[in-house]
């Protein structure tokens, strides 16, 4: 029997146990909507932009470990999710994006709502595909589920015109292992790198464990935290990887980088050896490469991706492989007690000073809300467990430096691409994929305008997110640069006009809250987190002066830390 | 430095793009492209010039063989190996100057494949300096140049 291309996708679909599927539809999906329509194993999540829908099959793929999936018209539906597609590509996160385009007969021609999406999304997603023919519908979604999961993971786009969709073929699904004969990733590493890296770590006297979001992405977490262990020696997640090594053990240094801790950035600057797995060195991180260069240490780097690897930074010892099974390997070669514990003790020792500096300290003031209090007050409340979506700029910094992430796939952030609207609509796809769980969208005032409009998602799916909303009344993060680099000049930061937060969640069906006083905060959470049911929107009225310490000003080394002023 | 890069990779309509793309997107330079398919027409071999040190050179591999339709990715300026292009180049030609331009189409083992009453279309094959003295031997007389990008091949057969 013969069925037509639309109900070929979605019975793909359901051959790839696609739980949820976002997005907005439009004149060259509707057939695709109309199968939707026929049919109960997947559920559509109706998102109130493209954009939601990409950052919702996002948080969803970030928090359940599966592959989000999206699907969105042609034209401007496709350009709307670009964001979010760019957003997932730079953090290795598995999607699969089905994208509408205008019958085959039109291409090119400048048809309505046509847009080349191939073209587009080149350079933002790990492979992208024009579908020509509605035999090649099924083989080609197969192709971009293993691609979209496998190596390195990243979101992959399959452009479908809409004559395909109504026309017809018989179905059959590639069944068993797919090969495509130039995509091999590689997965156990080389023997002998991992025997040099052991080696490396056995003579090491100040040894220091990096990590990053491929521990988290590769389902690592486990075997890494049965590494640091062994190993006794201090760690620090970037991030990307926070709660890969969870961060109220006494091991844990804190985030290395730009807003990491003083400890860490020191002992990443002092140590001897340093074992890098699934992190890339991102400027963010290491600052100035020249300075983080000069450093004389050894680098062992374990990464999926051999593109990664020296990339910015020399690496002396590579290990090219999935970071679970080379870590096994690092493990098994690892027996007890080393390096040498007398060096190790010194190492301690050393690392102790520097945490005495106590570097997240900081000045409360009476009658002011201080944000990183808020955070604090959270992480309480939610007992360390909540999901947290982010957004980005000041409050992500401090929802990374408080909150203590002791799980992964518990932190939910747009680290790589930065993306301010991220929070909200993540929040959507994490909230589906744990009903139940109390799922927290740390943000603030600048960020959450972005994708407010997913406030009606909620509302429609009925998820009881939380939202902290860190307001300083300014674009935190822009006005720190400003202050730091710009001279105090405030160009454009501060936002005029705000809404009221609360009766804007209240227009959208919610409720909303606004806290004003630093002696309600945490009495205003745990209220909140006990309305399991119900969205509500918390706006914190912050101290509109603070900023983020420490700092590692972009170019600098990482010994040119700034403290807060009253370190 | 220059180099001489060999990518074997699927032929699929888009690849060549996203190679191109690839380079623009990470401000590689590409110095020259050739690309065509191969005795297996399952498979083209695109071989791009580009320019850059050790660690460029490296990221540039890494990225390309990165791709999903790239098979292979090979640095043949590494060893022994040959380079050809192939120009042509339209010359006046009036008068004496037709016999000095068959003459000198002659010594560079070149061939005259076009001829009109004042011009010939003059094909020169050979590495990148021969074709530059060319150029250099007949500069007053050049109407208008073409030339392909460089095609190369190892001297060692490693790829099958």
Request: hydrophobic residues 40%; positive net charge.
């Amino acid at each position: 029997m013969e069925t037509t291309g639309a109900e070929i996708i979605i019975r793909s679909l359901q051959e790839e146990k696609v739980e949820y599927i976002f997005g907005y539809p439009g004149g060259a999906v509707l057939f695709i909507y109309d199968e939707l329509f026929k049919q109960k194993k997947i559920k559509h999540v109706l998102t109130r932009h493209e954009q939601g829908a990409s950052h919702a099959a996002d948080g969803y793929a970030r928090s359940s470990g599966k592959i989000g999936v999206c699907l969105v018209t042609s034209g401007p539906g496709l350009t709307n999710a670009v964001t979010g597609i760019a957003t997932a590509y730079m953090d290795s996160i598995p999607m699969v994006i089905i994208s509408g385009q205008v019958p085959s007969h039109a291409i090119g021609l400048d048809a309505f709502q046509e847009a080349d999406a191939v073209g587009i999304t080149r350079s933002c997603t790990k492979y992208n595909v024009l579908v020509k023919r509605v035999e090649d519908i099924a083989p080609t979604i197969r192709k971009a589920f293993h691609i979209a999961s496998t190596g390195r993971p990243g979101p992959v786009l399959v452009d479908i015109p809409k004559d395909l969709t109504a026309q017809k073929t018989t179905y059959s699904y590639p069944k068993g292992a797919l090969k495509i004969r130039s995509y091999n990733p590689s997965s156990a590493g080389h023997r002998g790198q991992v025997s040099r890296a052991i080696k490396l770590i056995k003579g090491a006297k100040r040894l220091m464990v990096y990590s990053g979001g491929g521990v988290i992405l590769g389902n690592a977490a486990t075997e890494f935290t049965r590494f640091v262990k062994k190993l006794k020696c201090p760690v620090t997640n970037t991030l990307m990887g926070l709660g890969a090594y969870p961060a109220t053990d006494k091991q844990f240094l804190g985030m290395p980088g730009m807003h990491g801790t003083y400890e860490t950035n020191m002992a990443m600057q002092h140590c001897d050896v340093l074992v890098a797995v699934g992190a890339r060195f991102d400027d963010r991180v290491i600052g100035d490469p020249a300075h983080f260069s000069q450093v004389a240490r050894q680098i062992v780097h374990v990464d999926v991706d051999p593109s990664s690897i020296s990339k910015r930074v020399k690496v002396d010892v590579p290990i090219v492989g999935e970071v679970t099974q080379v870590l096994k390997s690092l493990n098994e070669g690892i027996a007890g007690n080393m390096p040498s514990t007398k060096d190790m003790d010194a190492w301690w020792e050393q690392i102790t000073k520097w945490q005495n500096k106590n570097c997240l300290r900081y000045k409360t003031k009476p009658g002011v809300v201080k944000p990183q209090q808020v955070i604090e007050a959270l992480h309480k409340v939610t007992g360390g467990d909540a999901f947290v979506t982010s957004d980005v700029g000041q409050h992500q910094m401090w929802a990374a430096q408080y909150y203590k992430f002791n799980k992964p796939r518990r932190w939910i952030n747009s680290g790589g691409l930065g993306t301010m609207g991220f929070g909200l609509p993540a929040a959507v796809g994490v909230q589906l994929a744990h009903p139940g769980a109390a799922v927290a969208c740390v943000t603030g005032e600048a960020s959450i305008m972005m994708c407010i409009q997913e406030l009606s998602t909620c509302k429609q799916y009925r998820l009881p997110v939380k939202i902290i909303n860190l307001n300083n009344r300014y674009m935190g993060m822009v006005r720190q640069w400003q202050e730091f680099f710009h001279g105090n000049r405030y160009s454009e930061s501060y936002m005029d006009a705000l809404p009221d937060f609360v009766k804007l969640a209240e227009s959208y069906g919610h409720s909303g809250v606004r806290v004003e006083r630093p002696e309600d905060v945490e009495p205003a959470l745990r209220e909140v987190f006990a309305r399991k049911d119900e969205l509500v929107f918390m706006d914190f009225v912050t101290d509109q002066t603070e900023n983020v310490y420490p700092m590692v000003a972009a170019g600098k080394g990482l010994s040119e830390m700034v403290l807060a002023e009253d370190l | 430095m220059r180099r001489v890069l060999s990518i074997l990779m699927e032929n699929e309509s888009g690849a060549l793009s996203r190679v191109a793309g690839l380079f623009s997107a990470r401000s590689y330079n590409i110095e020259s492209l050739t690309v065509a398919p191969t005795e297996d027409p399952t498979l083209s071999r695109m071989t791009v010039v580009t320019a850059g040190d050790d660690t460029v050179i490296e990221q540039i591999t890494k990225q390309v063989h990165k791709l999903i339709e790239v098979f292979k990715v090979s640095d043949i300026t590494e060893g022994r190996h040959v380079e050809r292009e192939l120009m042509l180049v339209k010359v006046r030609a009036e008068g004496d100057e037709r016999e000095e331009m068959k003459r000198l189409a002659d010594i560079f083992r070149a061939s005259i494949v076009g001829v009109s009453t004042k011009t010939f279309i003059i094909q020169v094959t050979g590495d990148r300096k021969k074709l530059n003295a060319f150029l250099a031997a007949c500069a007053g007389n050049i109407v208008e140049t073409a030339r392909t990008g460089v095609c190369g091949m190892s001297r060692v057969s490693e790829d099958k």
